[in-house]
């Protein structure tokens, strides 16, 4: 079963504007979520993360916000820049999945100048 | 460079074949993990090491998969009789715990023909 799912494939926005990128996920138990960026042929990149006891964290242009009892988090892009155009992956852990990453099959970001 | 360091970053090679490949770890990382990635999915746990011990390795598809981090540092994941399934972009990540962000490596990509 998808635990972590991203529902959108893809997002186009304007520079400048807010990108929302969506993500829910099914097992109530994970308690630390992350946000990684990827570029064509590289790795994920560590954006932010969130803990479960919080319900939003802020890093520069990076917001992202947590609904426990939604079990839905968000990521907030303000402003957007065409540097940002890349698949962004929420990715959560805890509970008996201990430490390891459960992936969401990534929403593809375009930033348009 | 400071970050997680795999190799090959390519690797080819036939249906059968034995294939090694390499993780080098951010320096003082003592959690160390190991994640597939098909296309257009995101990343699935493979195994995570603590040190040089296996802490989980839950995620190996069969006993055709085997990893090694002797001396908790450097990780070899090793494949024998490769399959033509096993082709993937095989990740690399590490941390300063089982706390912390992971931090990913490029991947090697595997191709079996």
């Known amino acids: 079963d998808q635990q972590v799912k991203q529902n959108s494939p893809s997002l186009s926005v304007q520079e400048g504007r807010i990108s929302i990128l969506n993500c829910d996920y099914t097992n109530s138990m994970f308690d630390y979520f992350l946000w990684y960026k990827k570029y064509p042929a590289e790795g994920p990149t560590f954006l932010i993360s969130i803990s479960s006891i919080k319900d939003k964290n802020e890093d520069g242009r990076f917001t992202v916000f947590l609904n426990k009892s939604a079990k839905h988090l968000s990521l907030h892009i303000v402003p957007s820049q065409p540097g940002d155009s890349a698949v962004y992956f929420c990715a959560a852990s805890g509970g008996t999945s201990g430490s390891r990453l459960t992936f969401g099959e990534g929403t593809q970001l375009t930033v348009n100048p | 460079g400071a970050g997680v360091s795999q190799t090959p970053s390519n690797k080819v090679t036939e249906k059968g074949k034995y294939v090694e490949l390499r993780c080098d770890p951010i320096?003082?990382?003592?959690?160390l993990y190991w994640y597939r990635q098909s296309l257009g999915q995101g990343p699935e746990f493979l195994i995570y090491?603590?040190?040089?011990?296996?802490?989980?390795d839950s995620g190996l598809p069969n006993d055709r998969f085997f990893a090694v981090r002797p001396e908790g540092s450097v990780s070899t994941l090793k494949i024998q009789r490769t399959e033509r399934g096993d082709s993937a972009v095989y990740l690399c990540?590490?941390?300063?715990?089982?706390?912390?962000?992971?931090?990913f490596g490029d991947g090697t990509r595997l191709s079996i023909l």
């Open positions: 990540a590490s941390s300063l715990d089982r706390t912390q962000p992971q931090h």
């Open positions: 090491f603590q040190g040089t011990g296996a802490a989980d």
């Open positions: 320096s003082g990382h003592t959690a």
